[in-house]
C-alpha cells in the first residue's frame, strides 16, 4: 500500500460496514495518511469530520457492542444517511444493494469504490457514471480475497510452501555479492545492513508481492480497456474478463468439442 501514499493522503473517506473488509479498509486508509470521518454499522453510524481513531473506534465498539459513546463523534441514528455526506471516497463494505435509486441522487463522494459485493444497484451505477463519479467496481477492488486464495490453490496442487526452494540459494547468492560490493566500497557492512540485503523473502511476503502484482495489473488492464473503449470500469472489468474467458476457452479447445 506504500506506493498509494501520495494519492490517498489528506482524502476524507466514509466507509459502510466495520466487519472484516471495512475495519481492514479503513485501518489501510489511515495508515496511508487519509482521515476516515465516518463509520457506518449496521445499528449507527459514527461521524467526525476531524477524523476517527480507527483503533480507538474499534476497541470501543468491542466493548461496548455500539458506536455510541465515542468520544466527540457524532452518532446517527440512520447508518444508511452516512454514505450521503460529503467526502472524498465512499466506501460501501457491508451487504449488497446500499445505493440504490432511492438514495443515489444524495450521494456526494467523488469515488465509490465498491468493497462489498454488489452494493450499487444497476441503475445508480449508470446514474453515478452519469454524473461524472468514478466507481470502482467490487469485480476489480475486493478480488484480493479470491486472488489469494488461487494462491493457496497453487500451493496445494505442489505441496511445496512458497520459497522453499530458493530462499536459502537466494541468499547465498546475495551473500557474495555483497562480499565483491563490500571489497570494491572499501567498507564493510554492518551485521544489521547485511541482513537487511540478504534476507531471503518469507512466505507471506510472496503473497503480498504476489498480491501487489496482480492487482496492479489488474488495475492497468481495467484502466487501458475503459480508456480504449471510453467506457467505465466496471464495463471494462466485465469485457477484459470475458475476453480471458473467451481465450482460455479456445486455447484449451474447448470451443470445437
Ligand atoms: N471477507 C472477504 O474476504 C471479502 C472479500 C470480498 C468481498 N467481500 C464482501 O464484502 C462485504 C463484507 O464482508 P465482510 O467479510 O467484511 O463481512 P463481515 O460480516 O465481517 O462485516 C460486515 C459488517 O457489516 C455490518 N452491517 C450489517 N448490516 C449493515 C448495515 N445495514 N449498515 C452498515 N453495516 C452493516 C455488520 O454488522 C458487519 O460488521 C460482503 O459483501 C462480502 O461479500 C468480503
Redesign the pocket.
Known amino acids: 500500500m506504500t506506493g498509494l501514499d501520495g494519492n490517498i493522503a489528506g482524502k476524507s473517506i466514509i466507509v459502510?460496514?466495520?466487519?472484516?473488509?471495512?475495519?481492514w479498509a479503513a485501518k489501510f486508509f489511515e495508515n496511508n495518511g487519509a482521515k476516515i470521518i465516518g463509520i457506518?454499522?449496521?445499528d449507527v453510524?459514527a461521524y467526525d469530520p476531524k477524523g476517527l481513531d480507527i483503533e480507538a473506534l474499534f476497541q470501543h465498539r468491542a466493548e461496548k457492542g455500539t458506536f455510541r459513546g465515542f468520544g466527540s463523534a457524532e452518532i446517527i441514528e440512520e447508518?444508511?444517511k452516512l454514505m450521503e455526506r460529503e467526502c472524498d471516497i465512499l466506501i460501501p463494505?457491508?451487504?449488497?444493494r446500499?445505493i440504490g435509486l432511492k438514495n443515489v441522487k444524495n450521494i456526494k463522494a467523488k469515488i465509490i469504490g465498491e468493497?462489498?459485493?454488489?452494493?450499487i444497484t444497476p441503475d445508480a451505477h449508470d446514474y453515478l457514471v452519469s454524473k461524472g463519479k468514478v466507481v470502482i467496481p467490487?469485480l476489480l477492488l475486493?478480488a484480493?480475497?479470491?486472488t489469494v486464495s488461487y494462491f493457496e490453490w497453487l500451493k496445494n496442487l505442489s505441496h511445496v510452501r512458497f520459497g522453499r526452494m530458493s530462499r536459502k540459494w537466494e541468499e547465498a547468492g546475495k551473500d557474495k555479492l555483497l562480499t565483491l560490493v563490500e571489497e570494491n566500497a572499501g567498507r564493510q557492512l554492518t551485521p544489521q545492513e547485511r541482513r537487511a540485503v540478504i534476507h531471503g523473502a518469507e512466505e507471506h511476503e510472496l503473497v503480498y508481492s504476489g498480491l501487489e502484482d496482480t492487482m496492479i495489473g489488474a488495475c492497468e488492464e481495467t484502466r487501458a480497456t475503459a480508456a480504449l473503449k471510453n467506457t467505465d470500469f466496471r464495463t471494462a472489468a466485465i469485457a477484459n474478463a470475458i475476453q480471458k474467458i473467451s481465450l482460455v476457452t479456445t486455447q484449451s479447445g474447448q470451443m470445437f468439442l
Open positions: 459502510q460496514g466495520f466487519g472484516n473488509v471495512g475495519y457506518g454499522e449496521h453510524a447508518p444508511i463494505a457491508a451487504l449488497e446500499q468493497a462489498a459485493n454488489g452494493p467490487d475486493n484480493g480475497g479470491v
